[in-house]
């Protein structure tokens, strides 16, 4: 099994700033890692997929990076709506997830 | 649009089988470019996936939980179904399905989730 290790566990930052947010994968994925933003009470929502294609109406101010097992999400100016959970995912050996990066005010 | 909602009980006894089904609206369960599949949520816990289906029932389970777990598709209905086996309290969780990407024969990226439904496990 392929372990994501996702930091930090919390990151604390105001409006405006950049936020990066790490995935470490335990062995190679190659590129095939993917990025989720979950809000309270919501189901996850794809921001990113292939390390750095951005999902179908995810703005621009999200994007990834990285390949083989260090992975970044950056968020270049953060907006109030973006203040949730962050998961990464791989679908090199079946399937798993990071155990998430919360991102508060 | 499409849109996926999930239904079944929201309380399973120690022992008995988990019983879910996801009904896909908007769109249809047969097309060749998606699977299917379920992932859970643990209370206040990060995200586990449970497995896939392919239209055809081709499937792929989480090896951690494949000896209890079965999903199956019915295309006539535009629905597809989760069971899970001798539940415990530790399935106790927030059970998603959602549709996956595909890439080749695998499964890859969940681009469109339903709302969740809770299952509680206890007697």
């Known amino acids: 099994e392929i372990v994501l290790t996702q930091s930090p566990a919390t990151l604390s930052l105001s409006p405006g700033e950049r936020a990066t947010l790490s995935c470490r994968a335990s062995?190679?994925?190659?590129?095939?890692l993917a990025w989720y933003q979950q809000k309270p009470g919501q189901a996850p929502r794809l921001l990113i997929y292939d390390a750095s294609n951005r999902a179908t109406d995810i703005p621009a101010r999200f994007s990834g990076s990285g390949s083989g097992t260090d992975f970044t999400l950056t968020i270049s100016s953060l907006e109030p709506e973006d203040f949730a959970v962050y998961y990464c995912?791989?679908?090199?050996?079946?399937?798993?997830f990071g155990q998430g990066t919360r991102l508060e005010i | 649009q499409l849109q996926l909602q999930e239904s079944g009980p929201g309380l399973v006894k120690p022992s008995e089988t988990l019983s879910l089904t996801c009904t896909v609206s908007?769109?249809?369960?047969?097309?060749?470019?998606?699977?299917w599949g379920w992932i859970r949520q643990p209370p206040g816990k990060g995200l586990e996936w449970i497995g896939n289906i392919y239209y055809t029932g081709s499937t792929y389970y989480n090896p951690s939980l494949k000896s209890r777990v079965t999903i199956s598709v019915d295309t006539s209905k535009n629905e597809f179904s989760l069971k899970l086996r001798s539940v415990l309290a530790a399935d106790t969780a927030l059970y998603y399905c959602?549709?996956?990407?595909?890439?080749?024969?695998?499964?890859?990226?969940?681009?469109?989730w339903g709302k969740g439904t809770t299952v509680a496990v206890s007697s």
């Open positions: 062995q190679s994925v190659s590129s095939y």
């Open positions: 995912q791989q679908r090199t050996n079946w399937i798993t």
């Open positions: 959602a549709r996956f990407t595909r890439d080749g024969h695998n499964p890859n990226y969940m681009d469109v």
């Open positions: 908007g769109g249809s369960i047969s097309s060749s470019s998606y699977y």
